[in-house]
């Protein structure tokens, strides 16, 4: 990953307290040769995925089809997950999105945009709307609506 990218996402994971620590976890992603080997990469990646989740975790997919989610919105969920004192897996696919069993998997699905992100980038994004909900929650001054 591009330098700017890791300080992006460190600089949001460390303002977030203990209570709501921000933990990235990569899995290797598979070579693509040949446009076959699409769906087993993507099958691959699902398995690697799906068994870096801790047991009994929230699982939240990140799919252009799932729920867009406002600000408010997503203090919400994010007080609720809090609340239910389980641990909340992000699922982030690679360029080719996640696989069938990663989404089946989810509780549930979150958009974040009908806009196309770079994959790198969607992980300092993921961690600044996770630190402004949080902020918005204990009425930091960091988000101002």
């Known amino acids: 990953?591009?330098?700017?990218?890791?300080?992006?996402?460190?600089?949001?994971?460390?303002?977030?307290?203990?209570?709501?620590?921000?933990?990235?976890?990569?899995?290797?992603?598979?070579?693509?040769?040949?446009?076959?080997?699409?769906?087993?990469?993507?099958?691959?990646?699902?398995?690697?995925?799906?068994a870096a989740v801790?047991?009994?975790?929230?699982?939240?997919?990140?799919?252009?089809?799932?729920?867009?989610?406002?600000t408010v919105q997503l203090a919400q969920r994010l007080n609720s997950w809090m609340a239910?004192?389980?641990?909340?897996?992000?699922?982030?696919?690679?360029?080719?999105?996640?696989?069938p069993a990663c989404l089946t998997h989810a509780s549930e699905q979150w958009s974040l945009s009908p806009l196309t992100f770079p994959h790198p980038l969607v992980r300092v994004i993921l961690a600044e709307q996770l630190y402004r909900a949080w902020s918005l929650l204990h009425g930091h001054p960091y988000h101002r609506q």
Not at 54 to 70: D, E, F, M, T, Y
């Open 1 to 50: 990953m591009p330098g700017w990218i890791a300080q992006g996402f460190d600089e949001y994971a460390k303002r977030m307290p203990r209570e709501c620590r921000l933990e990235l976890l990569e899995i290797e992603p598979v070579p693509r040769k040949r446009a076959q080997d699409h769906q087993r990469a993507l099958d691959i990646e699902a398995e690697r995925l799906l």
């Open 54 to 70: 801790p047991k009994r975790a929230h699982c939240v997919a990140l799919a252009i089809n799932g729920q867009s989610w406002s």
């Open 84 to 99: 239910s004192g389980h641990d909340v897996a992000l699922l982030v696919g690679g360029a080719d999105g996640l696989a």
